[in-house]
């Protein structure tokens, strides 16, 4: 790996792999009685969130401790920085007692790659605006290569409000340098400016319609319709979104007996997911998503702090 992650750029399908094996390993931990390993021990690593998370930072704080790092988790709320403070000074205030890592949410795209060029330890980047969200991407693959095996040649669909997910740009890149082939699909109004663009030159298809898609699935993503981050009318009422892109009861039925549905949460039960597909036993992996969470970040954690040290 490189000395951040702070896109999926950053890792290769080598790379990727190597993540998912060290990762397989963490997972074992979870089944244990106690879940520690000594990997960090002695490290310091701060959560610093500057937009409200509970997987996120739930996922790297549980990663970071099982790991015997010292995490201490630090909000815009509770920080400088609802006084003022600059990011840049409080970066590197809290860089300057010490710490090993910085795992960093922020509200503006491109916010952890200029966090990157002020400090000199390493940075994660745990959601950056609209940009990207590589932690939760590598989950999400890792979770389907667990279920599929590889997903070189597999048809994921990705589904939903596409314009403000920086999971939706993580995850695509992803998919395809692990050989998937892509759909994303969305209502016009929530298909990102330029997509057409992107598409043609990385070699996904974009759709408008969800029906004719869902057949021929290997695995469907669904995406949170972010309504906070909306300051328009992208679609007409919740019902009308529903009934176009919505994973209904009956749009279960398009689907493949075992094709594991994901969403990486949290989820709008009756809006873009029905009950019926969030818990259903033979094809959703949410939970399997939030497992696979803290497994991929503490493997993220351990190959970007610990170095060459056996775990």
């Given at each position: 790996?490189?000395?951040?992650?702070?896109?999926?750029?950053?890792?290769?399908?080598?790379?990727?792999?190597?993540?998912?094996?060290?990762?397989?390993?963490?997972?074992?931990?979870?089944?244990?009685?106690?879940?520690?390993?000594?990997?960090?021990?002695?490290?310091?690593?701060?959560?610093?969130?500057?937009?409200?998370?509970?997987?996120?930072?739930?996922?790297?704080?549980?990663?970071?401790?099982?790991?015997?790092?010292?995490?201490?988790?630090?909000?815009?709320?509770?920080?400088?920085?609802?006084?003022?403070?600059?990011?840049?000074?409080?970066?590197?205030?809290?860089?300057?007692?010490?710490?090993?890592?910085?795992?960093?949410?922020?509200?503006?795209?491109?916010?952890?790659?200029?966090?990157?060029?002020?400090?000199?330890?390493?940075?994660?980047?745990?959601?950056?605006?609209?940009?990207?969200?590589?932690?939760?991407?590598?989950?999400?693959?890792?979770?389907?290569?667990?279920?599929?095996?590889?997903?070189?040649?597999?048809?994921?669909?990705?589904?939903?409000?596409?314009?403000?997910?920086?999971?939706?740009?993580?995850?695509?890149?992803?998919?395809?340098?692990?050989?998937?082939?892509?759909?994303?699909?969305?209502?016009?109004?929530?298909?990102?400016?330029?997509?057409?663009?992107?598409?043609?030159?990385?070699?996904?298809?974009?759709?408008?319609?969800?029906?004719?898609?869902?057949p021929s699935a290997d695995a469907v993503m669904m995406l949170r319709v972010q309504r906070e981050r909306m300051s328009g009318g992208?679609?007409?009422?919740?019902?009308?979104?529903?009934?176009?892109?919505?994973?209904?009861?009956?749009?279960?039925g398009l689907l493949g007996a075992d094709t594991p549905i994901l969403h990486p949460g949290p989820m709008n039960r009756g809006l873009?997911?029905?009950?019926?597909?969030?818990?259903?036993?033979?094809?959703?992996?949410?939970?399997?998503?939030?497992?696979?969470?803290?497994?991929?970040?503490?493997?993220?954690?351990?190959?970007?702090?610990?170095?060459?040290?056996?775990?």
């Open positions: 790996m490189t000395r951040h992650l702070l896109s999926i750029d950053d890792v290769d399908a080598a790379a990727m792999a190597e993540i998912f094996d060290t990762a397989a390993e963490m997972h074992d931990v979870q089944r244990r009685a106690v879940k520690k390993l000594p990997a960090l021990r002695g490290r310091t690593v701060i959560n610093l969130f500057f937009e409200d998370s509970t997987r996120t930072r739930s996922s790297f704080e549980i990663a970071g401790k099982w790991l015997s790092a010292d995490v201490i988790n630090l909000s815009a709320k509770g920080s400088s920085a609802s006084k003022g403070e600059s990011l840049r000074d409080t970066v590197l205030t809290v860089t300057a007692m010490g710490v090993d890592g910085l795992v960093v949410r922020h509200g503006a795209s491109g916010a952890a790659h200029q966090i990157s060029q002020w400090v000199d330890v390493p940075v994660i980047n745990a959601g950056d605006g609209m940009h990207e969200h590589p932690t939760q991407a590598l989950l999400d693959t890792y979770t389907l290569t667990r279920r599929l095996g590889s997903l070189e040649g597999k048809h994921v669909a990705i589904v939903g409000d596409l314009t403000h997910s920086r999971v939706f740009r993580s995850n695509v890149k992803a998919l395809l340098e692990l050989g998937a082939s892509v759909t994303a699909v969305a209502p016009p109004t929530l298909m990102p400016a330029g997509i057409d663009d992107w598409a043609k030159a990385a070699g996904f298809a974009t759709s408008y319609e969800l029906d004719p898609v869902l992208y679609f007409p009422t919740a019902r009308e979104y529903t009934v176009g892109y919505g994973l209904t009861r009956e749009r279960l873009e997911i029905s009950a019926d597909a969030a818990d259903s036993v033979d094809r959703s992996v949410v939970l399997d998503q939030v497992s696979a969470g803290v497994a991929v970040r503490m493997s993220v954690l351990y190959h970007l702090l610990a170095g060459e040290e056996t775990p």
